[in-house]
């Protein structure tokens, strides 16, 4: 989940779009269950 998270936290810098963030957000919640 590391790497998952390090990834998610590259995408959030690059893109800086809201829609694929708050997307990203409940992917990572609904994987942390």
């Known amino acids: 989940l590391t790497d998952i998270y390090?990834?998610?936290?590259?995408?959030?810098?690059?893109?800086?779009?809201?829609?694929?963030?708050?997307?990203?957000e409940r992917i990572m919640k609904a994987l942390e269950g």
């Open 6 to 24: 390090r990834r998610r936290g590259l995408l959030r810098q690059v893109d800086g779009l809201g829609e694929i963030d708050a997307i990203t």
